[in-house]
């Protein structure tokens, strides 16, 4: 029994501190290229994501955001929900929506045009690299800010509003439910000197199709949504 108590060894051979730098430290940093986008700065960080501003290199020159799972967090359940935000956003066409371009996985050498990355698999995606989507960059602030630094009068900012109704009467029409609508993720950017509100982050949207709920767009039943 001494004998085998020795050749055990230690469960806690690697410290908890250590196991938890390892899930949350990223591995891409400003200069790193994946696919065709070289990263340039870090602009957010979710829970399960990492988003970054990104200059496209072809087929065209522009920036982008790209968003990316976090090391260590691509378990079945977070890949589900990450592939449902890509999802969303790809079902959806709106002026008040932010865009989403491409998306593909941070082991391909060149991205997955036309969001064909589907993976769905703990094993598959450490395989073919954690997956990504890039989106439209939105320059802008929160639209309480927005409201506040300009003064705006209460018509004003009802008039601000109602094109963020009109996107989220949008994601409604496409089965797309966002459940985390707040100030934070209705930014509003300026086209031509004019204010423009653009809805992001639909990392917890779920869909009202039973179809697209049992393949990607879902959040399992007693699981809390939603940021504070």
């Not at 790193?32 to 990263?39: A, C, E, F, R, S």
């Not at 002026?95 to 990355?117: E, H, K, P, Q, Y």
């Not at 869909?207 to 940021?227: H, I, P, S, Y």
Request: with cysteine; charged share 20%; net charge neutral.
């Amino acid at each position: 029994m001494i004998e085998d108590h020795f050749q055990a060894g230690s469960f806690l051979e690697s410290p908890a501190h250590a196991l938890a730098a390892t899930v949350g430290d990223p591995i891409e940093a400003p200069g790193t290229v994946i696919g065709p986008y070289k990263l340039l700065q870090q602009i957010g960080e979710g829970g399960m994501g990492v988003v970054w501003m990104a200059e496209q290199t072809q087929p065209v020159h522009r920036k982008v955001a790209l968003k990316v799972i976090k090391p260590g967090m691509d378990s079945r359940q977070v890949i589900a929900r990450f592939e449902a935000e890509r999802q969303a956003l790809a079902m959806m066409d709106h002026v008040n929506i932010a865009r989403v371009f491409d998306g593909g996985t941070t082991g391909s050498n060149v991205a997955t045009s036309g969001l064909a990355c589907g993976l769905t698999s703990e094993a598959a995606c450490r395989h073919e690299g954690r997956p990504y989507f890039v989106m439209e960059l939105v320059h802008g602030v929160p639209i309480t800010k927005y409201c506040d630094d300009n003064h705006l009068t209460p018509r004003e900012r009802l008039g601000l509003f109602v094109p963020v109704c009109q996107a989220i009467q949008h994601a409604h029409q496409k089965g797309i439910i966002h459940r985390d609508i707040k100030p934070s993720n209705v930014m509003v950017t300026l086209y031509d000197g004019k204010p423009v509100p653009k809805v992001i982050d639909f990392g917890v949207a779920k869909a009202t199709e039973q179809k697209l709920t049992e393949r990607t767009l879902f959040t399992q039943n007693g699981t809390m949504v939603g940021t504070l």
